[in-house]
């Protein structure tokens, strides 16, 4: 087995790779210039189901934390949901239909509760060159997203998507710190996960559990399996090294921890930062929502998908299943 050091420098050269490949940076300095140029963006939002999108009415309306960038339209799932979300995030117009929005807007948000209405959502932005953020999870199938991520590649129209847990200061930091523990055989992560949620399983929540803990420690993960005993429930993940992860599925606290065994023991990971507000996760996207550049490469979105989907196999066969493998 490699040690853990020559493991992540062999994984941060693939990551790399993997973000030269699947990013399209050429054609996005073309399309959407740099980010001092601060140009004003309009954004519309599909979805308003989650409280996530009076949030961002929020952070860009009300507290302003982007000057010229404002979420002007949206779309609800009912028009009660619209209206909320436009009176407590000041959004100043519901369309009835999301394709209202084109020719309106210059960057789009994608934030239903269930996956499965992503893509099909964000499909017709995309092909118009909107850039656009889908909230996690990205997509329901892996076949789906690869097609999609085809697309966007072909058309150049900058596309991302993450975790707000994963794509942090703290998250980044705790990578940073697990790079100095060597060797790790055993990484322990809770966090709520529900695996009979009504949207969609473990894609609901489980991005958030495992985005991070494929940013700190490798996004290599050859096999899963769930473990269910009556309303409680858990997951071990295989990495590609060897190294087990068993990850606790919490059900009284919201909130995540990770644990590593070291030979001194168990020893928690805790971020040495605070998270600003706003925080990276907004950060990165207006920045690419300006530039063009995406901040996450095509293969780390598909790769998280690949495990979500062999967890939801594992759901109803109980057994340890292989991620399945993509090309894009």
């Known amino acids: 087995m490699h040690s853990r050091r020559t493991f992540i420098q062999k ?12 990013s399209t940076p050429h054609l ?4 959407f210039g740099n980010s001092s140029e601060k140009k004003k963006i309009t954004i519309g939002i599909i979805g308003a189901e989650n409280s996530h999108t009076r949030g961002f009415g929020k952070l860009f309306n009300i507290d302003k934390k982007f000057p010229g960038v404002e979420v002007k339209y949206v779309w609800g799932e009912t028009e009660e949901f619209a209206k909320d979300a436009m009176e407590k995030g000041q959004i100043p117009k519901m369309v009835k239909d999301p394709k209202e929005m084109l020719g309106k807007i210059d960057a789009l948000i994608v934030d239903h509760r269930h996956g499965k209405f992503h893509l099909d959502a964000a499909r017709p932005f995309v092909e118009a060159g909107i850039p656009s953020f889908i909230d996690k999870p990205f997509c329901y199938r892996l076949e789906e997203g690869v097609e999609f991520l085809k697309m966007a590649r072909r058309v150049g129209t900058p596309v991302t998507s993450f ?12 990578a940073e710190q697990i790079k100095e523990i060597d060797p790790i055989t055993h990484i322990i992560r809770s966090g709520r996960v529900d695996i009979n949620s009504q949207y969609g399983g473990v894609f609901f929540y489980g991005p958030h559990i495992i985005q991070p803990l494929m940013f700190m420690y490798s996004e290599d993960v050859a096999k899963v399996r769930i473990i269910k005993n009556d309303k409680n429930s858990g ?3 295989v990495f590609a090294d060897g190294t087990l992860a068993s990850l606790v599925f919490t059900t009284q606290a919201y909130g995540w921890q990770t644990f ?6 168990i020893v928690e990971l805790k971020p040495r930062v605070k998270e600003d507000y706003p925080g990276r996760t907004y950060v990165d996207m207006v920045e690419m929502f300006r530039t063009g550049k995406e901040p996450r490469s095509h293969e780390s979105i598909l790769k998280g998908i690949a495990v979500l989907e062999a967890l939801e196999k594992s759901v109803e066969s109980g057994q340890w299943e292989q991620v399945p493998a993509f090309s894009l």
Do not use: C, R, W, Y
């Open 11 to 22: 994984s941060g050269k693939g990551a790399a790779a993997a973000l030269a490949l699947s």
């Open 28 to 31: 996005a300095t073309k399309a």
């Open 163 to 174: 975790s707000s847990i994963a794509q942090n200061a703290e998250t980044f930091d705790m």
């Open 235 to 237: 997951a071990s993940l």
């Open 260 to 265: 590593v065994e070291t030979k001194d023991g």
